[in-house]
């Protein structure tokens, strides 16, 4: 539902400057925690079946049992909010569940930054300056730990047994190794499915390209049910398409287009390459 601009202006009624929205006592701090505690009274409205202050409540055999305080992380730091609770101790909060001290798009922050290559102490650090959320750095490790369980269930996760296509090819990334950002090939299989869809199969980051190192990637593709691939698209990599049809021998090894192009360009003159290079292709 639309906000009312009425109640937009009793909001905005004493703002004068920045600090008295984004501030630590900012009014969106103010609503978070004033939303927040609204939901969970209303899940616990919920659960008890009654509306506060309703006499028919009391003969349920469960009612309200005041509140206990909980810090949340969230995207704009630390929120204290009062947590209601119920006397028999059966309400399970959905919004902020118990046991719970972040909220969705925290942790995303922390990947975030991790994946730019900041260290542990740089992320504890980043977040405190601008944040105001003193993280500890078990916390950080653990939230990252969870990621890398998800990429490597991703990375080993199974295969369809025919692909009608696979590209194999590299992209050049900067990554952070031992405290210097240097550029890496990413070596990567993109698939397109039976249905026409597109899937990436894997990637690798690898110091050298090579025969011996593809060969590898065909073997743990088969390993997670790859039994054929009908057109392999590659670039002229020196025993690249032998160490294709070692693993897959059905397999139609093609040079992708734009490598043939590159290499075709050797046999011309450089004042006949761009008259060439604008005649389309196909």
């Not at 730990?145 to 900067?174: G, I, S, T």
Request: glycine share 8%.
């Amino acid at each position: 539902m639309p906000i009312k601009p009425e109640h937009l202006d009793e909001l905005l009624a004493g703002y004068e400057k920045p600090e008295d929205l984004l501030g630590e006592d900012g009014l969106f701090k103010q609503l978070k925690k004033a939303l927040l505690e609204r939901a969970l009274g209303a899940e616990l409205t919920h659960h008890l079946g009654y509306e506060k202050g309703d006499p028919a409540g009391r003969g349920t055999g469960n009612n309200r049992n005041g509140s206990y305080p909980k810090t949340v992380l969230t995207e704009d730091g630390s929120v204290e909010i009062e947590v209601p609770r119920d006397r028999k101790g059966s309400f399970e909060p959905q919004i902020v569940a118990k046991g719970e001290t972040r909220l969705d798009g925290f942790d995303d922050k922390i990947i975030s930054l991790y994946a730019r290559g900041m260290t542990v102490r740089e992320i504890q650090g980043h977040l405190r300056e601008l944040y105001a959320v003193d993280v500890s750095p078990d916390l950080i490790s653990r939230v990252t730990d969870a990621v890398l369980d998800e990429v490597r269930e991703w990375q080993n996760r199974p295969l369809d047994a025919v692909y009608p296509v696979v590209f194999f090819d590299a992209l050049r990334v900067k990554i952070r190794d031992e405290s210097v950002v240097r550029n890496k090939a990413v070596y990567l299989a993109l698939a397109l499915d039976c249905e026409g869809h597109k899937h990436v199969l894997g990637l690798w980051i690898e110091q050298s390209e090579g025969a011996k190192f593809w060969l590898r990637v065909m073997n743990e593709l088969k390993n997670r049910g790859v039994d054929d691939i009908i057109f392999a698209v590659v670039d002229g990599l020196k025993g690249f398409p032998d160490a294709i049809t070692a693993v897959f021998p059905r397999t139609t090894v093609q040079t992708c287009v734009v490598h043939l192009i590159r290499n075709s360009l050797s046999f011309v003159s450089w004042q006949d390459r761009k008259r060439l290079e604008r005649i389309p292709v196909g």
